[in-house]
């Protein structure tokens, strides 16, 4: 038989039903009816993820938080993100600010020159993918001129 998850009493079942109706966001408000069923039914972490719809092992990790550090532990940010890059979004932005000053004053702004741009400004060198993901992550994308106007009409200019 799986040991019972001893939750500690650091808010009572009124209080979490109000942090309960309070609570925005679906994670969080899933992780308060976890608490709350660990502490109507006590029962092992594998039963209160089941009726909650959590795994085991983060029924364990909820516990283990929440009776170390009380509410707090239900009221965190989250894991996700943007952890890793080159530049800040910020950073980013102006970056492609000074490029786009160069195609607002006539000339063509190629992959090739942001890519190269991009290297000197970080002092490394990256794969086409990456400028590629930046282009996209700010809303750039690909336009190639036509080489002549979709009403031209060559018998008027002769």
Known sequence: MAKTSKI????????????LRQTQGFWKVQRWM??????VHPSSAMQIGKAVGLSTSTIQH?????????AAAIETTG????????LTLEQEKS??????????????TTVDDIQKAFEQTIGKSVARSTIYRLLDR?????LVPC????????DKQE
């Open 138 to 142: 700010h809303s750039w994308r690909k």
């Open 8 to 19: 500690q009493p650091h808010l009572s079942l009124e209080e979490i039903g109000q942090c």
């Open 79 to 86: 894991s996700g993100g943007r952890k890793y890059g080159y």
């Open 95 to 108: 970056f492609l600010a000074s490029c786009d000053e160069k195609a607002l004053s006539g000339h063509y």
């Open 62 to 70: 909820l516990i283990s938080h929440y009776n170390k550090e009380g």
């Open 147 to 154: 080489p002549k106007h979709p009403d031209q009409d060559t």
């Open 34 to 39: 976890a608490i709350r069923y660990g502490m």
